[in-house]
């Protein structure tokens, strides 16, 4: 299934091309991901949601360069990901995708500058300190850039994942489950982070999340189930996409009881 024809290329910061992802073979063969076409146009908050299983975080990690393809192609900007050399991919994973996950992935021995600072040290650029500021105001870590990740809480913890995505300016930022850990008030100032980003600074995110408040902040929410996009929904709210989840689990329990 095609979603979002009306995306251009041009205007994709992220696609993927008749994706096919499958683990193990024969009795043990799962298949992941099944002829996925989809567009995440530039400048938007796309979240991806859909039942435990039906391919979400996979679709995400192959989109990001984190696993390979068994048949089909992906691409971040105008680069195909699907290919590349193991040093051509580290590069493109460090200079145009940020990432945020469920672990805040700190380490522990640098302060949260340190950190947030980390993937332009890796790759020997230096920040431009203007957008730095900007992002530290955003994300409210003035006064913690010297405490290392012990001395944090957990929102403040994913705060300072999320300013290190941001802070490279990449091409797009996967967020996995990216307020999973976090209590309702710190996963909300998490969110509202990554709402401002995309209205104030154009970037870019795709977030996997099974939780319906979190698709709400999004412009738009992809539907998997069973390894294909079955549904797309733009300017959701909590309620619309609750009911949507609840009309999934109804077709497929259904189709288990018709199956058994």
Known sequence: MTISTTISDADAAARAVD???VYGAGEAQVIALRGVSVNFERGKFTAIMG??????STLMHCLAGLD?????????????????????LTKLRRDKVGFIFQQFNLLPTLTAEENILLPLSIGK????????????????LADRLHHRPAELSGGQQ?????ARALVQRPEVIFADEPTGNLDSRSGTDV??????????????IVMVTHDPMAAS???????????????E????TADRVLDELKRFEEIVQHASEENR
């Open 191 to 204: 969110l509202t982070f990554l709402r401002e980003s995309v209205d104030k600074f154009g970037q870019t």
């Open 233 to 236: 929904m733009f300017d959701p």
């Open 51 to 56: 039942p435990s299983g039906s391919g979400k």
């Open 158 to 162: 994913q705060r300072v994942a999320c």
């Open 125 to 140: 650029r230096k920040p431009d300190q203007e957008w730095f500021r900007q992002v530290i105001d955003t994300v409210g």
């Open 19 to 21: 994706v096919w992802k």
């Open 217 to 231: 902040y999004a412009d738009r929410v992809l539907f998997l189930a069973d390894g294909q996009v079955v549904d």
């Open 68 to 88: 390979f393809t068994n048949k089909g192609s992906v691409h971040i900007g105008e680069t195909q990901v699907t290919g590349l050399s193991d040093k051509r």
